[in-house]
Every structure is written in structure tokens, then in C-alpha cells.
């Protein structure tokens, strides 16, 4: 067991007796200062940002929160159109607050079920969203995302992932044993981290269709890598 996994099991030990949180809630509790706990992650919100291919007219962006990957996609592409997509209304409104000038159209949604399209966008990313979902939850939106990319389109995901099967199972398992404990259905999102490794995301991403997948880490030793998949 590693050293990570043994941490994190002393700390869902130590909150054994409190309920999961329903996801919407979770997030609409801490605005206030969202923003700067994801400060963390600020070398890749940049990053991410410069990845977006120069030239993208549309992008999707699920899971937005208050947007701070927007905030760096808009310093290289000002002009660029943006569908973004999260549980949350009072993160959109921060969204709209910050960038008022900018075309960004607003969608307080679930977006496993909330439609994409076909051919919309040349660019879609995910910014620490996804690592709350099963494999098969996972597999579904990456299907959707890689059919509303045109030919050639880019899928850019930032996420945490597991170090091994171990962690993947010991945290998937976890999950279920709470939501249990609490009777929590299973449609019913809540705010438990359940991350797979990269071999298995990257997995899922091929499974979905798409082709060249590339991992960048901006920091060694990071747990989050920046994955860049594109639609043949």
C-alpha cells in the first residue's frame, strides 16, 4: 500500500460518521472561497489554456464551476465561444460576473444528461470534474464528447488519477459502502472522490473513440495530469 493510500484512509476513517454530501450542495456551500482553494492548480489552469488549439471558434467546457480555466483560455483565445456546462447556477453567475463581454452561453445542467450534439465544437475540456464518476458514468460522457467534436477536434482533461488498482478499488469501494450506510441511490451525485489511474482513463478515452492521446504532467511527482485526446 503506498504512503498516499495509507493518508487517505486515516482520513475517511477519521470522518466515518459524516454523511456524503449531495454534489450541487457541496459546491453551493463553499463559493465563497472555491476559487482560492483551486488556486492549487494554477500551473494548469495555464497550461490548459495554452493547449487550446490556436484557431478554435467553439468550445465545451463541462463542469465549469466559476470558470478559472476560462479565465486562461480567454487570455489566448478572447474571441472564442464557449457552452459551459455545471450543476451549479450560483458558479454560472460568478462565470457571468467575471467575463460580462465574453460569448459564453450558460447551462445549469447535469452534463451526463444534458445534449452536446454533433460536430459543435472544436475543443471540449474537463477541469478536476471527473474524478467523482464510475468507469461506466465516464465512458458515456467521453462518447458524447467525442461526437459533438468536429473531425480533428480536441479534448482536453485535467484530473487527478489514482496511483494504482489498489487505490482505484479501495475508493470505488468506499463509495459504495457510504452510500449504503446513508441510503444513497445510485442516481444521486455526491461529493466522494473515486479517481482512476491514467492507464484506465486512457483506456476509456481509446474506447470512446478516440486516437491520439497524449498525458503531460507540468510537475513531477503530481498526481494530475493534463490529458489531450483528438478526434481523428
Not at 147 to 167: F, I, P, Q, S, T
Request: hydrophobic content about 35%; aromatic content about 10%; some cysteine.
Amino acid at each position: 500500500m503506498s504512503e498516499e493510500l495509507e493518508k487517505i484512509k486515516k482520513w475517511l476513517k477519521s470522518i466515518e460518521d459524516e454523511p456524503l454530501e449531495p454534489m450541487a450542495d457541496f459546491f453551493a456551500a463553499r463559493l465563497g472561497d472555491y476559487e482560492e482553494h483551486m488556486s492549487h492548480w494554477k500551473n494548469l489552469y495555464q497550461e490548459m489554456g495554452r493547449r487550446v488549439p490556436k484557431g478554435a471558434g467553439k468550445l465545451l467546457d463541462i463542469g465549469c464551476g466559476t470558470g478559472l480555466e476560462l479565465d486562461e483560455i480567454f487570455r489566448h483565445h478572447p474571441d472564442i465561444s464557449v457552452t459551459a456546462i455545471d450543476l451549479s447556477p450560483e458558479m454560472l453567475a460568478v462565470l457571468e460576473q467575471k467575463h460580462p463581454d465574453k460569448s459564453i452561453h450558460r447551462i445549469a445542467a447535469d452534463y451526463f444528461l444534458e445534449p452536446f450534439g454533433t460536430e459543435n465544437y472544436d475543443v471540449a475540456v474537463s477541469f478536476e470534474t471527473l474524478h467523482h464518476y464510475t468507469a461506466e458514468k465516464k465512458l458515456k460522457v467521453f462518447q458524447k464528447i467525442w461526437k459533438c467534436l468536429k473531425k480533428g477536434g480536441c479534448y482536453l482533461e485535467a484530473d487527478y488519477v489514482a496511483d494504482d488498482d489498489e487505490w482505484e478499488q479501495f475508493l470505488m469501494e468506499e463509495c459504495k459502502r457510504r452510500r449504503k450506510k446513508w441510503n444513497i441511490p445510485e442516481e444521486q451525485y455526491v461529493h466522494f472522490d473515486t479517481p482512476l489511474t491514467l492507464e484506465h482513463e486512457c483506456q476509456l478515452l481509446r474506447e470512446a473513440g478516440f486516437s491520439q492521446i497524449e498525458v503531460f504532467y507540468i510537475e513531477e511527482g503530481d498526481g494530475t495530469p493534463i490529458i489531450q485526446a483528438l478526434k481523428g
